[in-house]
């Protein structure tokens, strides 16, 4: 299973590009 964790890390990642 996919951790919240990692989502938030991609939405992280996607804002500051």
Do not use: D, G, Q
Request: with cysteine; net charge negative; hydrophobic share 40%.
């Amino acid at each position: 299973e996919h951790y919240p964790t990692s989502l938030a890390c991609v939405e992280i990642v996607n804002t500051l590009a």
